[in-house]
């Protein structure tokens, strides 16, 4: 699996799993919300200092987000659409 698609796969799954949307997760890490889609597509090649920003708004050393998933791990869910309530 590509770099980029480690980092797509492990971002999306770190950002679920903590009920955050692209959009809140952006402002944490102060990067645009559709560059986290880009990310979480596999379409952006973030630099190290964007991993960096990104891992630290989601609570994890950077390198989780090059973590290889299990053989038999299924892709990341996704949020459900709309405005979460807070």
Do not use: C, F, H
């Not at 999306?12 to 986290?36: C, F, I, N, P």
């Not at 708004?57 to 290889?68: I, K, N, Q, S, T």
């Amino acid at each position: 699996m590509k770099a980029t698609a480690l980092v797509a796969w492990n971002l999306r799954r770190l950002r679920v799993k903590r009920a955050l949307s692209q959009e809140a997760l952006a402002v944490d890490a102060g990067v645009d919300r559709s560059y986290v889609g880009r990310i979480e597509r596999g379409v952006e090649n973030p630099t190290v200092e964007t991993l960096d920003r990104l891992a630290k708004a989601l609570e994890v050393p950077a390198a989780e987000l090059l973590l290889v998933p299990k053989s038999n791990e299924k892709p990341p869910p996704t949020l459900r659409r709309g405005r979460k309530k807070r």
